[in-house]
């Protein structure tokens, strides 16, 4: 007779599916979550049949986000019955309800602590003493490169996380979050009421964390919060160690930081303060890439004013002084036509700014309403029609003048990051590429596709070549790998770091 084996059967409840929407600030939310159940010892499942539960991470930005949010949640249920809303929409429980009740749970955004004590609920584990002990701060760690503490637990408005080490973008790239939520009341917007005041990270978390990024592999840093300019007010631009060193949570000081590690650092959601200018005097000097991401949303000054935009004022004097201090600076904005209330006037008036300020990359949508947005109740909509052709005639403009721009690049040699491969069945694998410039950023701006050349086969995901630029289009550049110079970030010695 054999004895019994009691061993206990494996916990296969242990599977949650994952479905990340929204702008790369929940995306960097979607990581912190990963990052703990991976700590706690759940699996990431890859689809509906292999999850026992799903969390879908959700954003209510605008009306058509909900609606994209509330089908995903309605497809995760259909597909598994158990299913943990997070993220912005999260914050307005009563909509994803009336919509799905029998959802298991509800969280607002940045709540990873919430999220998780709803997984062990959904689906309890069998302790195992080996999965609470996954090393944090050793992920993507390089041999050689020397050990960096792992991050101190942080404080933020839901509670305190980890510097995410799981990551959902490519290896060669990666957001960096360095505030939550939102000091302003613009009247299109309802992230502040979603997302809450400010939260700024001290500059030595998020240093570390850039730290520890660079050490691991990845080559870009894309600094991101709802309003970098304003990093650092609300915590009285505080002191923190990195390195042994005391660094002010201050855009320019971390700016300055960052652009040490020699790794390309882009910068997002700045918004036009007088500070921004030591920014760029960075710029200038090669420290960080010279681009900025200015959400301007319009030029006629009654209009900012009834938008309540920060910073609005001398736009295109401050325009001209960015590209006097660094003249390769590229400029991306979105605008919104169609403001309630916008004239035909006040409408050209927007077509003449960008004739003058000559923007690099611009995006723009047609005003809708969102609920409970201040700007909802402002009189004077613009017919949908009037607001579709205003669209179309800004479009066009910013169309000719971003093809201008791009065919002033053609002979010029630039620095390309490579973002993936882009064979045709018959070419010998690594022919053709597809890489961004120093003004492009991942996902919203223009891409450049090259042909490998001498380098067929030699070029990976990741690499940064130098590239002849021999053609142009509205968005994107054309043109051949020239040489794929070594590449050597400024990771320092732990504890030899001199800025
Ligand atoms: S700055 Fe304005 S648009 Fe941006 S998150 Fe804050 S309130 Fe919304």
Redesign the pocket.
């Known amino acids: 007779m054999t004895q019994a084996d009691t061993t206990p059967a494996p916990d296969t409840r242990n599977r949650v599916g994952f479905i990340s929407l929204g702008c790369p600030k929940a995306l960097v939310d979607s990581e912190r979550i990963l990052t703990q159940l991976r700590v706690e010892g759940y699996e990431v499942a890859s689809s509906y049949e292999n999850a026992d539960t799903v969390i879908v991470n959700t954003c209510g930005f605008i009306t058509p986000a909900v609606e994209e949010s509330l089908a995903a949640i309605g497809e995760a249920l259909d597909a598994t019955g158990k299913v943990i809303v997070t993220g912005c929409l999260g914050e307005r429980p009563e909509k994803i309800r009336e919509r799905h009740p029998k959802v298991a749970a509800i969280t607002g955004s940045e709540a990873v602590d919430d999220v998780m004590a709803h997984v062990r609920e959904l689906l309890p584990l069998t302790q195992n003493p080996f999965t609470g002990l996954l090393p944090i701060a050793a992920a993507g760690m390089r041999p050689g490169v020397s050990p960096i503490p792992a991050p101190e637990r942080e404080h933020t408005r839901h509670g305190d996380v980890f510097a995410p080490s799981v990551k959902l973008t490519p290896r060669h790239y990666a957001y960096l979050k360095i505030a939550e939520g939102?000091?302003?009341?613009?009247a299109?917007?309802?992230?502040?009421k979603l997302r809450g005041k400010q939260v700024s990270r001290d500059a030595g978390a998020v240093l570390y964390e850039a730290f520890r990024l660079a050490a691991g592999g990845t080559k870009e840093l894309i600094v991101i919060s709802?309003?970098t300019s304003a990093y650092g007010v609300d915590i009285r631009y505080r002191e923190s160690e990195f390195q042994g060193e005391q660094v002010r949570a201050h855009l320019t000081d971390l700016a300055s930081y960052l652009g040490e590690m020699g790794v390309w650092v882009r910068m997002h959601?700045v918004?036009p303060y007088p500070h921004v200018e030591k920014v760029v005097e960075l710029m200038g000097q090669g420290k960080i890439l010279p681009y900025l991401d200015v959400?301007l949303q319009h030029a006629s000054p009654r209009l900012l004013k009834l938008m309540?935009?920060?910073g609005a004022g001398k736009q295109l004097d401050t325009i001209r002084r960015w590209r006097e201090l660094c003249p390769e600076i590229t400029i991306r904005s979105t605008f919104i036509v169609g403001f309630p209330g916008e004239t035909e006037v006040e409408f050209q008036e927007l077509l003449t700014f960008l004739e003058e300020a000559r923007l690099d990359r611009v995006g723009a949508f047609a005003y809708s309403d969102v609920d409970e947005a201040d700007a909802a109740a402002l009189p004077g909509h613009v017919p949908e029609e009037v607001k579709a052709e205003r669209l179309e005639r800004f479009m066009a403009v910013a169309q000719r003048i971003s093809a201008e721009k791009l065919a002033e690049k053609v002979g010029r040699t630039l620095d390309i990051i490579i973002d993936e491969l882009n064979d045709d069945a018959d070419d010998k694998p690594g022919t053709r590429l597809i890489g961004r410039t120093k003004g492009d950023a991942p996902g919203i701006d223009g891409q450049v596709y090259l042909y490998a050349g001498d380098f067929v086969g030699q070029v990976r995901v990741g690499d940064i070549v130098q590239a002849r630029i021999e053609d142009s289009d509205e968005y994107d550049l054309f043109g051949e790998v020239l040489a794929r110079p070594e590449w050597k970030p400024n990771v320092p010695q732990l504890g030899h770091f001199k800025h």
Do not use: A, E, S, V
Not at 182 to 186: K, L
Not at 188 to 192: A, L, Q, S, V
């Open positions: 939102c000091n302003h009341t613009c299109f917007c309802i992230i502040p709802q309003d959601y918004y959400p309540r935009r920060p």
